[in-house]
C-alpha cells in the first residue's frame, strides 16, 4: 500500500506558467487536503475536499485552483504561477471526521522564478 | 479564531538527555490536539493526538504530551532521547472538519 503518491518530487517553473501538482492515495479516504509549507509560517490550509465532488478554500487559496473528479484524485492547479507560490506543497487525506488523522504525502518542492 | 504558538523555534538536546516541546493554543471552542513530527526531506505523520478523556496522551516513539485546558496547552515530552529523534515537530489544533491549524514548528536537534 503506497497510501499517498505526489508528483513531480520538485519542479522549477518560469512565472506565468500553468502548474498541475498530482496527488493520489488508495486508502479510499473520503477528505483530502493540500497544505503549502514555507519557513517559518508552519503549514496552511489551501484547498480541501470531503468528498469526492465537493471542495472547499482553506487559508490561502488565492492563486491556487483543486478538483475532486474521484476518491483519489486530487491535483492542485497554479494557472499563473508567481515567485511568492515558491513553497513545498503537502497533499493529505483523512477517512472524515473533525477527529480522524491526516496522512500525508511525500511532497512537491516547486521554486517559481 | 483559533492560533497555535509553538514558543521555541529549535531545541538542541543531548542523547539520552530529556526534552519537552511546548505548545499553547487560543480557541474559543473546543479542540481536538495533534502532534505531528517531520523527518528531513519526508512529509508528516501523526506522534499522537488528545481527543477526550485521560490528559496524558502517548504516543509513538516514546513521547508523551499532557493537555493542560486551564493553561491551553499541550506540551510534548520525551523523557529520554535518541538520535533519530532529531526532526521537526508541529502542534495542530482542529476545531471543525477541515480546520487543521498548524504551529510554525520546533527543529528538534539530538547531540550525539
Known amino acids: 500500500i503506497a497510501g499517498i503518491t505526489q508528483a513531480p518530487t520538485s519542479q522549477i517553473l518560469a512565472a506565468g506558467r500553468r502548474m498541475t501538482l498530482r496527488c493520489t492515495q488508495d486508502?479510499?479516504?473520503?477528505?483530502m487536503y493540500w497544505y503549502r509549507q514555507d519557513l517559518g509560517l508552519g503549514l496552511r490550509l489551501i484547498h480541501y475536499?470531503?468528498?469526492?465532488?465537493?471542495?472547499g478554500k482553506g487559508e490561502v487559496p488565492d492563486g491556487y485552483s483543486v478538483s475532486r473528479a474521484n476518491t483519489d484524485d486530487f491535483p492542485l492547479t497554479l494557472a499563473s504561477a508567481v515567485p511568492s507560490q515558491t513553497s513545498v506543497y503537502f497533499c493529505?487525506?483523512?477517512?472524515?471526521?473533525?477527529?480522524?488523522?491526516?496522512?500525508f504525502g511525500p511532497g512537491t518542492r516547486l521554486t517559481v522564478l | 479564531a483559533q492560533s497555535v504558538t509553538q514558543l521555541d523555534s529549535q531545541v538542541p538536546v543531548f542523547e539520552e538527555a530529556p526534552v519537552e516541546l511546548r505548545c499553547n493554543y487560543s480557541s474559543s471552542v473546543s479542540v481536538y490536539l495533534f502532534w505531528y513530527v517531520q523527518y528531513p526531506n519526508q512529509g508528516l505523520q501523526l506522534l499522537l493526538k488528545?481527543?477526550?478523556?485521560?490528559?496524558l496522551v502517548k504516543g509513538i516513539n516514546g513521547f508523551e504530551a499532557e493537555f493542560n485546558k486551564s493553561q491551553t496547552s499541550f506540551h510534548l515530552r520525551k523523557p529520554s532521547v535518541h538520535i533519530s529523534d532529531t526532526a521537526e515537530y508541529f502542534c495542530a489544533v482542529q476545531t471543525g472538519a477541515n480546520n487543521l491549524f498548524f504551529g510554525t514548528g520546533t527543529r528538534l536537534t539530538v547531540i550525539p
Open positions: 493529505a487525506s483523512s477517512d472524515s471526521g473533525r477527529s480522524d488523522t491526516q496522512y
Open positions: 486508502m479510499r479516504h473520503n477528505a
Open positions: 475536499s470531503n468528498t469526492a465532488g465537493t471542495t
Open positions: 488528545y481527543l477526550s478523556g485521560s490528559t
